[in-house]
């Protein structure tokens, strides 16, 4: 027993450390970031860290630009999140329909949009939706995308640009993993494209499209590198327009203390609500 147990611990050391090091250690700092705080003794002493217990907390609590973030990207995910979604099913069962020739051109075609990093994604939209840069001047030119009532939307249109392919993968993998049978028996009981999609597919790949809003809520609450981006060219863009946009300008102070408060409330609320979706969906299942 003594040589397994050797071998299982030769396979796990490996990510035992990564995991440490650049997940439980950064959880832990931050933690500990949060509890301080910095006084300084008179105008122009110098600047002394000490332990200040909860009170970076009760400033996060009390301010009010950060829950209205919080409730910003709230706002995005309830409709950004579905339609993503719905697009990313709906183009997974058109490649797995048949229906389509050439699946491979249009599996990468879908794809390429994930391989376009964030910024440079938000930096293209950004001169697209720009009135003085679009070459769509006749759309731009009438309706302001970058205004403060159409940002949030405009960076929602960024976010499902670029994600949508990377859901359809996961989707679509899950769709090529049902059995042959299921759908001759299918077949024999008469049901059409249709009928089977609806009946068949989408139940049999619940888990990844579960996955995937799992995903997508947590990326949600992680928004940054497009309003980041959108700050140049939409003043409605302020530094506090996402929760890890103010995690950003807060560290940028320098204030790291309170943006690791920030962090680690931003993190609780990442994890309870993703808990709450697993939960929700799990009795969903269940009955």
């Known amino acids: 027993m003594k040589a397994p147990k050797k071998a299982l611990l030769f396979f796990i050391l490996p990510f035992g ?11 832990l700092y931050a933690i500990k970031q949060s509890l301080y705080k910095v006084e300084r003794s008179g105008t122009f002493g110098p600047a002394v860290e000490v332990f200040g217990g909860l009170t970076q907390y009760q400033r996060v609590f009390s301010d009010g630009p950060f829950w209205e973030s919080i409730g910003r990207v709230l706002l995005f995910g309830i409709v950004q999140v579905p339609v993503m979604l719905g697009l990313a099913l709906f183009l997974a069962l058109l490649l797995d329909s048949g229906l389509v020739k050439g699946r491979r051109f249009f599996r990468l075609a879908f794809f390429v949009p994930y391989a376009v990093p964030g910024v440079v994604a938000a930096i293209m939209w950004g001169f697209l939706y720009s ?6 001047d006749a759309v731009t030119g009438n309706v302001d995308l970058l205004s403060a009532d159409l940002v949030l939307w405009s ?41 089977t999609a ?20 947590i990326g949600t609450l992680q928004l940054l590198a497009e309003p980041q981006v959108f700050r140049t060219f939409s003043s409605a863009v302020t530094s506090t327009y996402t929760p890890n946009l103010t995690v950003y300008s807060t ?16 993190a609780l609320a990442t994890c309870l ?11 969903g299942g269940d009955k």
């Open 17 to 27: 450390l990564l995991f440490t090091a650049f997940y439980l250690a950064p959880i």
């Open 198 to 217: 609806w009946s068949i597919k989408i139940p049999l790949v619940m888990p990844a499209i579960v996955l995937t809003t799992v995903f997508s809520i």
């Open 273 to 283: 609500l993703s808990f709450a979706f697993l939960k929700v969906t799990q009795r």
């Open 131 to 136: 009135p003085s840069l679009s070459p769509f």
């Open 251 to 266: 560290s940028s102070i320098p204030n790291f203390n309170l943006a690791a408060a920030f962090s680690v409330v931003l």
């Open 155 to 195: 960076m929602a249109n960024v976010v499902t640009w670029v994600y949508v392919g990377y859901n359809m993968l996961i989707i679509y993998s899950s769709l090529l993993a049902i059995p042959q049978e299921v759908y001759e028996a299918a077949c024999i009981d008469g049901a059409g494209a249709i009928r």
